[in-house]
């Protein structure tokens, strides 16, 4: 639509008399230890030229990865003072809610995938020693999670030794 991550060409023609402005790039930097990175950069400098400089500013930026989707990263739309709202528009609709729903897929698709590889590639006793490893008193234990888990299925046993392969 027009409302979203668009500028009208009828801009050209309102500036056309205005003095060019200067372009600032900023590209390609190390997050600092807490994650202030390009974008919470660009949109610093650009508040920060318009309020503190009285300049006329606008900051062009990207939308994120999808990665703060699925929580796996930070949402590159800051989160304390400066910040681009509505965080949800930036962060998922700016290119479309079909990009959202191909992220979505692919995420889940390489879920399948790893686990269909790791059940390929490995024997049911090393996951068996790996989720309930022997402890220092010979014995094994469930954790809550497990408990909750195996009585979802209508397992009804308390002491992973007593568990059979069926």
Known sequence: GPHKA???LDVLSRLKDSQNGNYVL????TPTPLG????TTAIGLAQSLGAHLNRKTFACIRQPSQGP???IK??????GYSQVVPMED???HLTGDIHAISAANNLLAAAIDTRMFHEATQRDGALFNRLCPVLKDGSRKFSPIMKNR???LNINKDDPSTLTEE
Not at 26 to 29: H, S
Not at 36 to 39: A, I, L, Q, R, T
């Open 26 to 29: 900023v590209t390609g930097i």
């Open 90 to 92: 930036f962060n998922l």
């Open 150 to 152: 195996i009585a979802k």
């Open 74 to 79: 930070g949402g590159a739309a800051g989160g």
């Open 36 to 39: 202030e990175g390009k974008s």
């Open 6 to 8: 668009k500028i009208s």
């Open 69 to 71: 989707t699925f929580g």
